[in-house]
């Protein structure tokens, strides 16, 4: 039987410290009780200083998971154990006191569909918030001043109200039209 577990690393090097333990197993040759190391991310689109970027984004940082073959007495086997608890960078597994708690299976179904959906196209990340003053930057309102109305991410537009002949007026823009006052 697997099960999925949960190790605190030091946060920023969690891909490192992935790397490691993998050649770690190979080296030890317990690929049949570490089955699996993950850290989860996701594509995100971002426009930082006019440009459109797609970076990964760790979805749980200063985590990895861990995917382990148990025993026969249903623990984690001693070799696997220390093999874990010796690498550089892997602070603790998560659970009550120095037992490790392993993932309930809704957990691990998530977690792996997060993974699989990695793969699809970047999310889009909009660094704005109902209420916040924008400027527009482009299109036919360009340098109108304007308040967030609504923000769907979704489609990757914001709906932004902007005075027009001295009336409020709904404007829908994509994104990366406004920039933040």
Do not use: H
């Not at 080296?27 to 850290?39: C, D, K, P, S, Y």
């Not at 001693?78 to 037992?99: V, Y």
Request: proline share 6%; with cysteine.
């Amino acid at each position: 039987m697997k099960n999925w577990y949960v190790l605190r690393v030091q946060s920023g090097r969690e891909a490192q410290v992935r790397e490691s333990l993998e050649r770690r197993v190979l080296m030890e040759g317990v690929q049949e009780q570490i089955t699996r190391v993950l850290v989860p991310s996701e594509r995100v689109t971002e426009i930082r200083g006019g440009e459109k970027r797609v970076r990964e984004r760790k979805t749980y940082p200063g985590y990895i998971f861990v995917e382990i073959e148990m025993g026969e007495a249903k623990e984690i086997p001693e070799k696997a154990w220390f093999l874990i608890r010796e690498t550089p960078g892997i602070g603790d597994f998560l659970g009550a006191g120095s037992i490790p708690t392993p993932m309930s299976r809704r957990d691990v179904e998530k977690m792996l569909g997060e993974v699989v959906r990695k793969e699809d196209a970047p999310k889009v990340q909009i660094g704005f918030c109902v209420g916040e003053a924008v400027r527009i930057k482009e299109g036919p309102f360009e340098n109108f001043d304007g308040t967030v109305e609504t923000v769907s991410p979704a489609k990757g537009l914001v709906r932004v109200i902007v005075t027009i002949f001295g009336r409020p007026t709904p404007v829908e823009l994509e994104y990366w039209q406004v920039e933040k006052i």
